[in-house]
């Protein structure tokens, strides 16, 4: 088969114009960037934080993980200026009335840790709402560093920094995407600003790679839990909430904190195929429907399967579920498997699915490797 030209990403510059009033989104420039189906290694929800800034000086660099867009008030303002929802650095000068202008090494930076390690495929940094005042260029870098180091610690010269995305000039009020192909384990980013300005929101696309070390100590963990490396493969729809929501951390906090699809009007069902987190042998189920309540799944069936051409294997039967609930299930015997579907009847919603078993000898040698592999 003829391999395909490799699509390039959409790529935006310079200034947007100043703000004309109404939709503060109507001129937002953005696109669909291909590795968005990886899981965002920087939600806070994962446990992600910005440790650390040289500056801060206009907008806090928290700012920088919170969910959803960034909004905009153009009557916000404070003692220090105009508030932005972003984290916004002060002007950078030079070092005289000569020359007021900022050397082309002068940057600025913040230190993000990710909520759970893993390979990094692309990283949006998003300007919205930055018309004038964005950086003229942007680079991240990526460190695996053990533990829960300091942002002192992080800054030492003993850390190996890997270069994710090089110096490059970026637009202002767009998602400035870039893909990544580096194939390593980092924990942190190094997110760098040149020579100053405002981002708005960042986002990091991965896979999440676990600790083989730590799940094995753990023993009984949920084996397809997001943070444990648990991955959501495909879908039967995606119209009001995403998937891999039934995976999060934590239970539901609100009705789109979970999987709903949007109403059948036929005689179909919908599902989600997971992949394990490596091989595992399942014990145990929770089904919950936490907020869904006029629109929970009537039923719901699991199955699981070993290896990618095994065969289905019914391991919960069609099961009545209430709304707004959380099911538990003792399996009567152990299931081994690599990966899970969930079948829901006929549609509406799930909020999580937790499966609970520990990894098989094949299963740890697997995440081993892998790990191995990847420098962690």
């Not at 599902?271 to 014990?283: D, G, K, N, P």
């Not at 499966?355 to 790990?371: K, P, Q, Y």
Request: hydrophobic content about 35%.
């Amino acid at each position: 088969m003829t391999a395909q030209p490799e699509v390039p990403l959409a790529s935006f510059a310079g200034d947007a114009n100043p703000y004309p009033g109404g939709d503060p989104y109507a001129d937002y420039r953005t696109a669909d960037f291909p590795f968005e189906q990886y899981v965002n290694l920087a939600d806070r929800q994962l446990g992600a934080g910005v440790v650390a800034a040289n500056d801060e000086f206009f907008a806090q660099r928290e700012n920088l993980l919170l969910p959803g867009r960034a909004e905009f008030d153009p009557e916000h303002f404070g003692h220090k200026g105009k508030i932005m929802d972003g984290w916004e650095t002060r002007r950078r000068r030079g070092a005289s009335a000569e020359h007021p202008w900022p050397t082309d090494e002068d940057h600025d930076w913040a230190l993000v840790r990710l909520g759970a390690p893993g390979v990094v495929r692309g990283v949006v940094v998003d300007t919205a709402h930055f018309r004038g005042n964005y950086p003229q260029a942007v680079s991240v870098e990526g460190a695996s560093v053990p533990g829960s180091p300091s942002p002192e610690e992080l800054l030492g010269g003993d850390v190996k920094w890997t270069t994710l995305v090089p110096r490059t000039a970026v637009g202002g009020h767009a998602a400035n995407g870039f893909a990544v192909s580096v194939e390593q384990h980092f924990t942190h980013l190094r997110v760098n600003q040149h020579p100053d300005g405002g981002i708005a929101r960042l986002r990091v696309y991965g896979e999440v790679a676990p600790d083989p070390e730590w799940l094995t100590v753990l023993g009984t963990f949920d084996v397809v839990a997001l943070e444990n490396g648990g991955q959501v493969e495909d879908a039967s729809n995606l119209f009001y909430s995403p998937a891999t929501n039934t995976i999060q951390p934590g239970r539901s906090r609100k009705m789109d904190d979970g999987w709903e699809t949007r109403r059948r009007r036929d005689t179909g069902h919908d599902w989600i195929r997971y992949r394990l987190a490596a091989r595992s042998e399942v014990r145990a189920i929770e089904i919950d429907t936490a907020y869904l309540k006029g629109n929970s799944a009537g039923w719901a069936s699991v199955w699981a399967r070993d290896g990618s051409a095994g065969d289905w294997v019914e391991v919960l039967p069609r099961t009545r579920l209430q709304p707004d609930t959380n099911h538990r299930f003792v399996l009567p015997a152990p299931v081994v498997g690599t990966h899970a579907r969930v079948d829901i009847f006929p549609d509406g919603g799930i909020s999580r699915l937790r499966l609970f078993g520990s990894l098989t000898e094949e299963g740890s040698a697997e995440l081993r490797a892998r790990r191995q592999e990847l420098g962690g």
